[in-house]
């Protein structure tokens, strides 16, 4: 397991974080509904070349959750650039996935924050995206929130599972379901989904070209959040239309394929 052992203040609101390993600056950007744990068998690596930053978004893992927060995509893109400048940070490697990648393109284009490299892994970039299950949170957000705690459970769980293409583990889907537990949790679980909204994505896609860093582009060819005909399109607007399409991976691609998520950033 990362440690996050730092706490950084974010306008009142507490930002979990954590370092390793020496070197120049790589930062690791979680999506939903994950944490920073979900590069804890990545970051590992990557810390004997790098010094590896995490840390876990606002409402999510051992951040703060608590009623009435804003943890939607526009304020996530600040807390990051709040964080480059905590760190100190002048154009590090970003290595992002899902909501992760929607985070360091809008600091990219909003807040001016400088990548040396970006790599992105099945991000959410470009609408359409948010299955019809988020769009029925978004209207039953309340109702979804009391759900007895067995039934949000089970449900919990084949969400989850439904972003990998393997069966996952029991230790990983505890490691991803644990922040959403118990009624602080569960309250949090589905703010974050009801306060999904492609405005934050639309917001910055007309801007979408050549970036002023390097940039690659990792999607799971059965990714069934985001289909890699998203990736490709994605990729024809960024990269040229360069996209590594990984076999027999879906959208989690951390417990899926490590590997070539590993291989693209030793790839530099």
Same mark, same amino acid.
């Given at each position: 397991?990362?440690?996050?052992?730092?706490?950084?203040?974010?306008?009142?609101?507490?930002?979990?974080?954590?370092?390793?390993?020496?070197?120049?600056?790589? #930062?690791?950007?979680?999506?939903?509904?994950?944490?920073?744990?979900?590069?804890?068998?990545?970051?590992?690596?990557?810390?004997?070349?790098?010094?590896?930053?995490?840390?876990?978004?606002?409402?999510?893992?051992?951040?703060?959750?608590?009623?009435?927060?804003?943890?939607?995509?526009? #304020?996530?893109?600040?807390?990051?650039?709040?964080?480059?400048? @905590?760190?100190?940070?002048?154009?590090?490697?970003?290595?992002? @996935?899902?909501?992760?990648?929607?985070?360091?393109?809008?600091?990219?284009?909003?807040?001016?924050?400088?990548?040396?490299?970006?790599?992105?892994?099945?991000?959410?970039?470009?609408?359409?995206?948010?299955?019809?299950?988020?769009?029925?949170?978004?209207?039953?957000?309340?109702?979804?929130?009391?759900?007895?705690?067995?039934?949000?459970?089970?449900?919990?769980?084949?969400?989850?599972?439904?972003?990998?293409?393997?069966?996952? *583990?029991?230790?990983?889907?505890?490691?991803? &379901?644990?922040?959403?537990?118990?009624?602080?949790?569960?309250?949090?679980?589905?703010?974050?989904?009801?306060?999904?909204?492609?405005?934050? *994505?639309?917001?910055?896609?007309?801007?979408?070209?050549?970036?002023?860093?390097?940039?690659?582009?990792?999607?799971?060819?059965?990714?069934?959040?985001?289909?890699?005909?998203?990736?490709?399109?994605?990729?024809? &607007?960024? *990269?040229?239309?360069?996209?590594? #399409? #990984?076999?027999?991976?879906? @959208?989690? &691609?951390?417990?899926?394929?490590?590997?070539?998520?590993?291989?693209?950033?030793?790839?530099?």
């Amino acid at each position: 397991m990362l440690n996050l052992g730092h706490q950084f203040d974010f306008k009142g609101q507490s930002i979990a974080w954590g370092v390793m390993g020496d070197g120049e600056p790589l #930062v690791l950007v979680h999506g939903t509904p994950f944490s920073s744990q979900v590069w804890r068998r990545i970051a590992p690596a990557l810390a004997n070349k790098w010094q590896v930053f995490y840390f876990d978004l606002l409402g999510y893992g051992e951040s703060e959750k608590r009623e009435g927060q804003d943890v939607s995509l526009a #304020v996530q893109n600040e807390i990051m650039s709040a964080l480059f400048r @905590h760190w100190g940070l002048r154009k590090p490697v970003v290595l992002a @996935h899902d909501f992760g990648g929607a985070t360091a393109l809008r600091a990219y284009y909003l807040n001016d924050l400088a990548y040396s490299q970006l790599i992105l892994v099945d991000p959410v970039a470009l609408a359409p995206w948010g299955s019809p299950f988020v769009q029925h949170v978004r209207k039953f957000e309340e109702a979804f929130a009391k759900m007895p705690d067995y039934m949000h459970d089970a449900l919990l769980k084949v969400y989850i599972q439904g972003s990998a293409f393997n069966e996952l *583990t029991a230790d990983a889907l505890d490691i991803y &379901m644990r922040p959403w537990r118990g009624e602080l949790g569960k309250s949090a679980f589905y703010r974050q989904i009801a306060q999904m909204d492609e405005t934050y *994505t639309d917001e910055i896609s007309r801007y979408y070209g050549a970036m002023d860093c390097k940039i690659k582009l990792l999607w799971g060819q059965e990714d069934q959040w985001i289909p890699v005909s998203q990736g490709k399109k994605l990729a024809d &607007m960024i *990269t040229g239309g360069q996209i590594t #399409v #990984v076999p027999k991976s879906g @959208h989690l &691609m951390q417990e899926d394929h490590p590997e070539a998520i590993l291989a693209a950033c030793f790839e530099v």
